[in-house]
């Protein structure tokens, strides 16, 4: 029961400069969220935004809402080495349940 | 802050045996959930729990059973460990919110290897 999809699947950038992850899904949505997971570790949650909202910030972090195209994005400006994680997508499915994407690994270069 | 605990971050049993993982949660959570992470597969939703002995099958409950006697804490139980059930196992509890889900808090995740 996949939803939320994220592109890329890896990402590879140098320290300092801005990393863009997308999410698309499939059918309509009252929020979406965004987590990252340090390797090897539990999921933290970054941000929700809900459907009747466009852009989020919080801190580093962007996330845009579109909701007639069915995608999401999540921007983290000037990168750093600790943002060097997995990020997911997750929309909610229904009775309190949320669905996972699998995951943009971001890899933060020296 | 936010709690979500797990009794081991690393576990390894043996093939038939049963195995138990625990969660608890300090936030007065309702909702409780169970994940299994495999590689190339994502999360994946095992069992969750809206409230204290109940429970609710999730995308992949075979093989696997839950507990939850009290709120704060809900126990994932493998009846007879399989190789295939080697994994990463996430816990997570959100409140209740109605119609749309809530954030989700994480524990730190237990890495079972079944031999």
């Known amino acids: 029961s996949q939803q939320g999809e994220e592109d890329p699947q890896a990402l590879s950038i140098q320290e300092g400069e801005n990393a863009t992850m997308n999410c698309s899904y499939k059918?309509?949505?009252?929020?979406l969220q965004w987590y990252r997971q340090n390797s090897g570790r539990g999921l933290v949650h970054l941000i929700l935004?809900?459907?009747?909202?466009r852009e989020k910030h919080s801190g580093r972090l962007r996330v845009t809402l579109d909701t007639s195209k069915k995608s999401s994005s999540l921007l983290i400006t000037a990168s750093r080495a600790a943002d060097t994680a997995s990020y997911f997508c997750?929309?909610?499915?229904?009775?309190?349940?949320?669905?996972f994407g699998k995951g943009t690994r971001l890899h933060i270069l020296p | 802050d936010v709690k979500v605990t797990q009794s081991s971050r690393y576990l390894v049993k043996r093939t038939g045996e049963k195995v138990f993982l625990e969660c608890v949660q300090d936030?007065?959570?309702?909702?409780m959930f169970w994940y299994r992470q495999d590689p190339g597969l994502g999360l994946r939703l095992i069992y969750f729990?809206?409230?204290?002995?109940?429970?609710e099958k999730g995308d992949i409950p075979e093989g696997y059973s839950v507990s939850r006697e009290k709120k704060e804490r809900f126990s994932l139980i493998l009846e007879s460990a399989s190789t295939n059930q080697t994994s990463m196992y996430l816990c997570?509890?959100?409140?209740?919110?109605?119609?749309?889900?809530?954030?989700?808090?994480f524990g730190p995740g237990t890495r079972l290897t079944v031999l």
């Open positions: 997570a509890s959100s409140s209740i919110s109605g119609r749309a889900a809530d954030t989700q808090y």
């Open positions: 059918t309509s949505i009252n929020n």
């Open positions: 935004i809900r459907s009747n909202e």
């Open positions: 997750a929309t909610d499915a229904g009775d309190d349940k949320i669905i």
């Open positions: 936030m007065d959570h309702e909702n």
């Open positions: 729990s809206y409230d204290v002995k109940m429970k």
